[in-house]
């Protein structure tokens, strides 16, 4: 037997679907079309925009330098994270309030106000090259989700196991590598994930550390619009939306979707 | 390959609070010694300790003769079995128990022969290729016992090994610890909360309170005849009465009590010597209900009556407290009555007051 629905209830979540749904199948419409300006529904059907992504070398060069930023920061973020994650679990350490406040931080603050302050302190103050305060950047944006979740992981951990590992002649630092590690493994993989399609989407941040000759991707595609109204601002955002769904589609394939929503 | 283990005035603090206060006990070659007392009473401290997680603030501990204070843990060389298990969850049984001779470089054949046959010993052949998560509680604790043993260690240690299994699955265990550990006259040091599990599974067992051992010695003394207050309310001595002597008469003290009681006690029942102030204390049957008046002993009005089996428990109010004492099965007294309780000499013991 079946409860009746209420069929407001039907119509309410139809319309959220459609909220959600809508302007992604306009971008994937769009990106198709074979007009010269940006249009839905698509006339004519065409691949010939994701061609012209190709064929400007401000979206290649900005492509690449996406994703080196990406795993460059993601790479620096789990070195430093993994260990502070563990740190501050392993020794239960019970952090003041404002402390506690402090870590989740970048994560609260406007991503402009940090991009703002990084402009003023990393790149005007230090005079940081651009590459690397886009590097530094990045790092500092992904840091704290690496925190919360190795340290969530963590929390399911008994770390008599690494106390029972040293009592058996392993010395500590090993015992790290052999016993901790492989036990948080899926929350390091998860963790990887968040941090790159952060990276990867990042615009507050980038947009004040970027300068002439290197750019991000996002701040390229800003830029594009900002003078020309073609299919390959949507045939571009399709290619983010593909990367991030295949990213997505391994984690389901080995891990799971769910464990993320953990 | 058993040794002596030695520990020698130590003092251990966590922060300001001290924790441990000059504590000294040895375990003698293949003695299995206990550690009994109530949470935060020191024992697990005791026991990461001599492991080797904590570093006492003075004193040394030995083993063998070697000195281990400060020695890292990984060097120690003792066999651990934790509460929690504290298996390796990615790691299969056979490498459970395999990891600690892999540190000690012991690879191939030999490895796979000393795991199967400690496998064998007990009894988890048959899932050598699981992981630890299908396990059962009690399957786990045998994987981390055989852990600990593979290595064939000087010394083990049990921090609460069976807290977390089920009452039979306990009793079991413990027969099979007790079992290992004389087959294999390993020195052990048995750290738990639970008197029963102590007293029957040790050679000596230390009861502990606020960082010191109050008594060290074998169930059958600690529960017969201990040696102070703490120890007698620890293994259920319920009638402490304080008490002064008040005329020493050759063989026998006359003493009295609060409220004017008095008792004459023979000398020759408390090992020949009872000092001028000091505490009578025993179980329910150490005091033995009459309703005959004129016998010598301490005046009470009976309260509750409980059957016990063995005997009938009556809670009683005397002018020296409330006690507890046993009544003959044959004549069931009603609450309210006027009784004497008489003290059995073989039950009682003398203390020296708090």
Redesign the interface.
């Known amino acids: 037997m079946t409860r009746p629905v209420h069929p407001l209830l039907i119509a309410l979540t139809v319309l959220v679907f459609i909220f959600l749904v809508g302007p992604l199948v306009i971008v994937v419409g769009s990106a198709l079309s074979d007009t010269t300006y940006l249009t839905f529904p698509p006339q004519g059907l065409s691949l010939r925009w994701f061609e012209n992504i190709f064929a400007i070398a401000a979206f290649r060069r900005t492509i690449i330098t996406s994703l080196q930023i990406a795993f460059i920061s993601t790479a620096i973020a789990l070195v430093i994270g993994i260990p502070a994650a563990y740190a501050l679990n392993r020794h239960r350490i019970q952090l003041p309030a404002w402390l506690s406040t402090l870590f989740v931080l970048p994560v609260l603050v406007p991503e402009l106000v940090l991009g703002f302050s990084l402009l003023k302190s990393v790149a005007t103050g230090f005079q940081v090259p651009i590459f690397p305060a886009l590097i530094i950047g990045h790092t500092l944006l992904v840091l704290p989700y690496v925190v919360r979740v190795i340290s969530a992981s963590l929390a399911n951990f008994d770390f008599a196991a690494e106390e029972a590992a040293v009592s058996l002649g392993s010395p500590p630092l090993k015992t790290f590598f052999t016993i901790v590690l492989p036990n948080v493994r899926s929350g390091v993989i998860a963790a990887f994930i968040l941090c790159f399609i952060t990276s990867i989407n990042d615009v507050s941040i980038s947009i004040f550390l970027t300068g002439p000759g290197i750019s991000t991707l996002p701040i390229q595609i800003l830029a594009h619009v900002e003078q020309f109204f073609d299919p390959t601002i949507a045939s571009v955002s399709v290619l983010l939306m593909a990367l991030t769904v295949a990213v997505m589609a391994v984690v389901e394939r080995t891990l799971g979707l769910t464990f993320l929503a953990k | 390959m058993t040794q002596k283990l030695s520990i020698s005035n130590i003092s251990a603090h966590y922060g300001q609070t001290k924790v441990l206060e000059d504590l000294s006990l040895e375990v003698g070659e293949g003695e299995l010694v206990s550690l009994l007392g109530a949470s935060g009473c020191g024992k697990t401290t005791t026991l990461r300790l001599v492991?080797?997680?904590l570093t006492p603030t003075s004193g040394t501990i030995t083993l063998g003769g070697k000195d281990l204070t400060r020695l890292?843990?990984?060097?120690?060389?003792?066999?651990?079995v934790?509460?929690?298990y504290?298996?390796?969850?990615?790691m299969s049984v056979a490498d459970n128990v395999g990891?600690?001779l892999k540190?000690?470089g012991i690879n191939g054949p030999e490895r796979k022969t000393r795991v199967d046959a400690m496998l064998e010993r007990v009894g988890l052949s048959a899932l050598a290729d699981r992981l630890p998560g299908a396990l059962s509680g009690g399957q786990k604790q045998r994987v981390?016992l055989a852990?600990?043993l593979v290595?064939e260690p000087p010394l083990l240690m049990f921090d609460e090994p069976l807290s977390n299994l089920d009452a039979k699955l306990r009793i079991d265990m413990r027969v099979e610890i007790r079992q290992l550990q004389r087959a294999n006259g390993t020195t052990s040091v048995y750290v738990t909360h639970d008197q029963e599990e102590a007293f029957s599974i040790s050679d000596r067992v230390a009861i502990m309170h606020q960082g010191r051992i109050m008594q060290l010695d074998t169930p059958e003394t600690l529960y017969q005849r201990p040696a102070n207050a703490f120890v007698a309310r620890f293994v259920g001595f319920e009638n402490l009465v304080p008490m002064r002597v008040v005329e020493r008469d050759g063989a026998k003290v006359t003493a009295e009590a609060e409220g004017g009681v008095r008792l004459t006690l023979p000398l020759e029942n408390y090992g020949g010597h009872i000092p001028d102030a000091f505490v009578l204390a025993c179980r329910d049957e150490g005091l033995s209900v009459t309703p005959d008046l004129a016998m010598e002993g301490i005046p009470a009005t009976l309260g509750l009556r409980t059957y016990l089996g063995r005997a009938y428990q009556y809670q009683a109010e005397t002018p020296a407290g409330h006690l507890v004492a046993n009544g003959p099965l044959t004549q069931p007294l009603e609450p309210g009555m006027a009784v004497k309780l008489v003290p059995v000499p073989e039950q009682c013991t003398i203390l020296a007051p708090e």
């Open positions: 492991a080797g997680f890292p843990a990984h060097k120690r060389d003792i066999g651990l934790f509460q929690n504290a298996l390796f969850p990615h990891f600690g540190q000690r981390a852990r600990a290595i």
